[in-house]
């Protein structure tokens, strides 16, 4: 039976294989060169195989090297995770986030499920809900963060990332060429008239209002079944649908940016990680939505 691996061979190897130097790897670790080559030869004797071999350009992976690095990747994270969740001060008090339904089952969940996991003694209460409604609870006091959409570049904070608001067809039903063109829109939305029926009416493009919704989950419903075509978040395109771009005469609605607002009044240690975390959670999606 062999002897287990070590976490500090594991993280030596990790240095080497980013530097694919042994004498680099030690400046940077701390040690002696002798010190990383017998940390390696360690290594490889416990797995029984050879990890490096010479490059003209340095050292690298072998096959069984290669093996290895995205184990090692995986648990040298899981102890530093664990590490900074130890060492995190602990953290109480209420937090009271709105959100916005399109992030709702998305971006939002793991990071709020994550900062649930670090800080159990925090108490989060979640709203989800239109941009307005979450504005106003923040200025009444009831939110401490709000994640919200901005269409006209008005609304104060910090941007998470850009997600335009586009024309979505479904797949299998080519709505987008009937006319009048069917579409599914917000009832007694004064974003739906300002941005999407305008931008039809830009084009000059006949149209007809054939579905009516409180939510951008109705929307989704009313385009995948082939009900109408609609406007949705880039983020927030449902499986079997696509959106529709300038080539098929369709422009974007607008250039939503997605903006974290905090509460005027005051905040605390625990809001301000709740924060950090929502921001961490964007950043993924930033590069993605880019046309």
Known sequence: MREPIESDLLRTF????????????AQRIGRTQSAVSAQIKRLEEIVGEALFERSARGVVLTRSGNQ?????????????????????????????IGIPEEYSQTVLPAALAAFAVRHPAVEVTVSCDYTARNLAALEKDELDLAVVFDW???????VLCIDPTVWVTSLVHRLHDATPLPIATYRNSTWARDFALRSLEQQARPYRVAFVADTSSGLKNAVSAGLAVTTLSRS??????????????FPPVDSSRVVLRRNPYHSSEAIQELAEMVREAFQPMSALLQP
């Open 14 to 25: 990790l240095v080497i294989t980013e530097t694919s130097n042994f004498s680099v790897a």
């Open 68 to 96: 290895l690095l995205p184990y090692a990747r995986r648990i040298v994270d899981l102890l530093n995770e664990a590490a900074a969740t130890i060492r995190t001060k602990p953290l109480n008090g209420p937090v009271r």
């Open 152 to 158: 006209s570049n008005q609304n104060t904070g910090e």
């Open 236 to 249: 927030n395109i449902p499986h079997g649908c696509r959106e529709l771009t300038s080539d098929d005469g």
